[in-house]
């Protein structure tokens, strides 16, 4: 993760490189594998596993033309840049191709999913309609572009310019369309069926822009549930655009990853700024000075259930403060992809996590928790807010959920399913605490997942699956039995970093009477 200062003294989180972002990398830049590993094993999991983490765009890198250099010789003519390649119809929702990266190092595969003037403002429409011209009388470069690039998360998605776009790899979505219809053509020749065979329609749709599908992030589309397929596709046509582009938090500006929900008149606002303190959020830069300088919160409402140096987390019924917890649940959605949860929360506690100083206590994360989980769910959503990253603050979410649950004498795991960045966290942890019991467990005495189960407040499932992942458990003697190799331990304790955990004497809380 990239922090600079701007003139205003605000720090800007910034973004480097897809491979950031990947389904084994949780936050922004970084400078090296072991580094990335680190940073991915501190983050905290998004959804039911849902992290979150913000960052901010480096500014969009130009290509050059692409022309061979002037005196280049015949020799190395081969080697040289193809000729530039140029387009003047605009570029179609639905169009792919390979689009120049940020740090113009690599080029990735994009498709465009919406469309814009380049000269675009975000003034509130009036009657349904806008001073923007028609797209279609538009010239190519006065055009701006929203693309998803192909196998990376949403979250990278942005608006681009058509210098980005290396148009020499363009594939027209109308020409794609052709390509299958007449492998669609073909394939019913060599079988026989007839053009007008059937209810549908050959090759209808596709490589339309309803026909493409965007991955990544922690949204679980794709359920196979019929009832649910339209609110699935609701939902990724609603939010494929994000809406919001930064919000200013404190002594931060960071980049949205998401779209979310926010009142028309505030979701049409490029930046956001909201009170770190309240979570109110407004529109213009002057009603947040004033805001600040008249703000009396600060901490977050609820009670104060754990406190050491530095670190507090606060208790919410969702119930009793609603509008603070529907304030936090709409700053969430910026930075998870697939959270739903925005207005009804009545049936969550929420806990702040809060780094404390002289000014106040300083929201850095949150998970909520069902006030009756049938499942045993101990926690649902999970977010480390993008400026207190690589802190420490995932484990010690996920690690605090799990001494709630000892409390109540039961055993927990997060809501299901876990999105991947939630998997790589959970499963991290849960390794973290196994080897840490085995090496200080005494090998001449048997230890069963149960009495691990008990001790930990992990379910049973969780820790089975993280033993078979790493290959501990065998089959002895016709049964199952954990199977540890003391040096693999002794060697995962000396190079893992340890990491910042909740320390259960610094914990004041009772389980809620409506638990009991």
Same mark, same amino acid.
Request: charged share 30%; proline share 4%.
């Given at each position: 993760m990239k922090t600079d200062r701007d003139d205003a003294g605000v720090k800007m989180v910034t973004i480097a490189s897809p491979e950031t972002v990947g389904a084994s990398t949780v936050h922004s830049a970084t400078k090296s594998p072991a580094h990335a590993s680190a940073m991915a094993q501190d #983050? #905290? #999991? *998004?959804?039911a596993a849902g992290h979150a983490h913000a960052l901010s765009?480096?500014?969009a890198a130009t290509r050059g033309n692409g022309t061979t250099e002037v005196g280049a010789t015949k #020799? *190395?003519?081969d080697e040289a840049e193809p000729p530039e390649q140029t387009e003047e119809k605009p570029l179609q929702i639905g169009d792919r191709c390979e689009v120049l990266w940020r740090d113009k190092t690599q080029q990735l595969q994009a498709i465009i999913i919406e469309r814009r003037p380049v000269n675009y403002t975000r003034k509130?429409?009036?009657?349904g309609k806008t001073n923007d011209p028609d797209l279609e009388t538009l010239k190519i470069d006065e055009i701006q572009y929203y693309v998803h690039y192909e196998g990376q998360d949403r979250r990278l998605d942005e608006w681009i310019l058509i210098d980005k776009f290396i148009l020499g790899t363009l594939k027209r979505v109308k020409d794609e369309s052709d390509e299958k219809a007449d492998d669609s053509r073909k394939l019913r020749r060599r079988s026989g069926v007839s053009s007008h065979s059937g209810s549908g329609h050959a090759g209808s749709g596709g490589g339309h822009a309803g026909s493409f599908s965007m991955s990544g992030g922690n949204w679980h589309g794709g359920s196979g549930d019929?009832?649910?397929a339209a609110l699935e596709r609701e939902h990724e046509e609603t939010t494929k655009v994000k809406n919001i582009e930064k919000i200013v938090m404190g002594e931060y500006e960071v980049e949205c990853w998401y779209f979310s929900p926010y009142p028309e008149e505030y979701a049409q606002a490029e930046r956001l700024y909201i009170c770190e303190f309240c979570l109110t959020y407004m529109r213009k830069p002057s009603t947040y000075r004033d805001h600040k300088a008249n703000c009396a919160c600060r901490h977050p409402p609820g009670k104060e259930i754990y406190r050491e140096t530095g670190l507090s987390v606060f208790e919410i019924d969702g119930k009793e403060h609603r509008a603070y917890c529907q304030n936090l649940c709409l700053l969430a959605k910026l930075f998870l992809d697939h959270k739903t949860l925005y207005y009804d929360v009545d049936p969550f506690y929420f806990y702040i996590i809060c780094q404390v100083d002289d000014s106040g206590a300083h929201i850095v994360g949150y998970f909520s928790k069902e006030k009756v989980s049938q499942e045993d769910y101990n926690l649902a959503c999970i977010l480390t807010f993008p400026q207190y990253q690589k802190h420490g603050y995932g484990k010690f979410i996920i690690s605090?959920?799990?001494?709630l649950t000892k409390l109540e004498a039961k055993t927990g795991s997060p809501e299901k399913p876990l999105s991947d960045l939630g998997k790589i966290s959970y499963r991290s942890y849960w390794k973290y605490i196994l080897f840490n019991i085995f090496s200080k467990h005494d090998p001449t005495k048997n230890i069963s997942v149960e009495d691990i189960s008990v001790q930990t407040g992990i379910k049973r499932e969780d820790i089975i699956s993280t033993l078979q992942s790493l290959d501990m458990i065998k089959c002895w003697k016709g049964q199952h039995v954990i199977y540890v190799k003391q040096g693999q331990i002794n060697e995962y304790m000396?190079?893992?970093r340890h990491p910042r955990l909740c320390k259960p004497d610094c914990l004041e809380w009772k389980p809620p009477k409506s638990n009991n």
């Amino acid at each position: 993760m990239k922090t600079d200062r701007d003139d205003a003294g605000v720090k800007m989180v910034t973004i480097a490189s897809p491979e950031t972002v990947g389904a084994s990398t949780v936050h922004s830049a970084t400078k090296s594998p072991a580094h990335a590993s680190a940073m991915a094993q501190d #983050a #905290a #999991a *998004n959804g039911a596993a849902g992290h979150a983490h913000a960052l901010s765009q480096d500014k969009a890198a130009t290509r050059g033309n692409g022309t061979t250099e002037v005196g280049a010789t015949k #020799a *190395n003519a081969d080697e040289a840049e193809p000729p530039e390649q140029t387009e003047e119809k605009p570029l179609q929702i639905g169009d792919r191709c390979e689009v120049l990266w940020r740090d113009k190092t690599q080029q990735l595969q994009a498709i465009i999913i919406e469309r814009r003037p380049v000269n675009y403002t975000r003034k509130r429409k009036k009657k349904g309609k806008t001073n923007d011209p028609d797209l279609e009388t538009l010239k190519i470069d006065e055009i701006q572009y929203y693309v998803h690039y192909e196998g990376q998360d949403r979250r990278l998605d942005e608006w681009i310019l058509i210098d980005k776009f290396i148009l020499g790899t363009l594939k027209r979505v109308k020409d794609e369309s052709d390509e299958k219809a007449d492998d669609s053509r073909k394939l019913r020749r060599r079988s026989g069926v007839s053009s007008h065979s059937g209810s549908g329609h050959a090759g209808s749709g596709g490589g339309h822009a309803g026909s493409f599908s965007m991955s990544g992030g922690n949204w679980h589309g794709g359920s196979g549930d019929p009832s649910l397929a339209a609110l699935e596709r609701e939902h990724e046509e609603t939010t494929k655009v994000k809406n919001i582009e930064k919000i200013v938090m404190g002594e931060y500006e960071v980049e949205c990853w998401y779209f979310s929900p926010y009142p028309e008149e505030y979701a049409q606002a490029e930046r956001l700024y909201i009170c770190e303190f309240c979570l109110t959020y407004m529109r213009k830069p002057s009603t947040y000075r004033d805001h600040k300088a008249n703000c009396a919160c600060r901490h977050p409402p609820g009670k104060e259930i754990y406190r050491e140096t530095g670190l507090s987390v606060f208790e919410i019924d969702g119930k009793e403060h609603r509008a603070y917890c529907q304030n936090l649940c709409l700053l969430a959605k910026l930075f998870l992809d697939h959270k739903t949860l925005y207005y009804d929360v009545d049936p969550f506690y929420f806990y702040i996590i809060c780094q404390v100083d002289d000014s106040g206590a300083h929201i850095v994360g949150y998970f909520s928790k069902e006030k009756v989980s049938q499942e045993d769910y101990n926690l649902a959503c999970i977010l480390t807010f993008p400026q207190y990253q690589k802190h420490g603050y995932g484990k010690f979410i996920i690690s605090f959920s799990y001494e709630l649950t000892k409390l109540e004498a039961k055993t927990g795991s997060p809501e299901k399913p876990l999105s991947d960045l939630g998997k790589i966290s959970y499963r991290s942890y849960w390794k973290y605490i196994l080897f840490n019991i085995f090496s200080k467990h005494d090998p001449t005495k048997n230890i069963s997942v149960e009495d691990i189960s008990v001790q930990t407040g992990i379910k049973r499932e969780d820790i089975i699956s993280t033993l078979q992942s790493l290959d501990m458990i065998k089959c002895w003697k016709g049964q199952h039995v954990i199977y540890v190799k003391q040096g693999q331990i002794n060697e995962y304790m000396s190079q893992v970093r340890h990491p910042r955990l909740c320390k259960p004497d610094c914990l004041e809380w009772k389980p809620p009477k409506s638990n009991n």
